[in-house]
């Protein structure tokens, strides 16, 4: 499966890093490949080193504007003009798309996905990895959305939440 992952390009203490490597573990010994923003920085970097050291393949869609920042060592290295044109490859290149914690960047790549998916324009999984109830506050909003009748589709349709990598996998395979 090509999974995409959105999540962090700064570095981040033990407690958001440990469960972030435990998921690329798990990524790379099952034979996934990695589909993400193509970088060495901070969690993305760490993602994509454990992801390699597991096994997996690395596929890195990369943006003009950072390619000072590209991760060496990647199986596949596209690069794309602007943010908009990397954020539609990344959707298009995935099977599955996995958000790990994360601040402004992930954020919009995964608001970004939901509203495509909110549309119907495709209808890929989407697994948060809810690391130390990070997204409790996202979460929040978005059941309020829901309840209050600002979404067409169940939010169950539109994304799910895992507290553990190991779940991220099981709800991938529901
Ligand atoms: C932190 C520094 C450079 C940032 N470099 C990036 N390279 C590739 N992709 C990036 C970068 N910054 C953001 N992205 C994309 O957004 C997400 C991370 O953003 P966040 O704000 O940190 O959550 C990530 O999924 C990328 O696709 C200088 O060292």
């Known amino acids: 499966m090509n999974i995409c992952v959105f999540c962090s390009a700064y570095s981040l203490d033990a407690r958001y890093t440990a469960p972030a490597a435990e998921f690329a ?3 790379g010994e099952g034979g996934h490949t990695l589909v993400w923003g193509g970088s060495d920085a901070g969690l993305m970097g760490l993602l994509a ?3 390699k050291a597991a096994g997996g393949k690395l596929v890195g869609i990369m943006v003009e504007l950072l390619k000072h920042k ?3 060592g990647a199986d596949e290295l596209v690069m794309t003009r602007d943010l908009a044109e990397r954020k539609a490859e990344l959707a298009a290149r995935a099977d599955a798309i ?8 992930t954020l919009d790549e995964v608001t970004e996905v939901l509203e495509l ?3 119907g324009l495709h209808d890929k999984p989407v697994v948060v990895l809810d690391t130390e109830g990070f997204y409790t506050g996202l979460r929040t909003q978005l059941e309020r959305m829901d ?3 600002f979404l067409p589709r169940a939010l169950g349709e539109l994304i799910t939440f895992a507290e553990t990598p190991e779940q991220v996998f ?3 395979k529901a």
């Open 25 to 27: 573990r798990l990524l």
């Open 170 to 172: 099981e709800q991938l």
């Open 117 to 119: 998916k909110k549309h």
């Open 70 to 72: 590209g991760y060496r």
């Open 98 to 105: 996995v958000v790990l914690v994360g601040g402004l960047g």
């Open 49 to 51: 080193d454990e992801v």
């Open 147 to 149: 309840a209050e009748g």
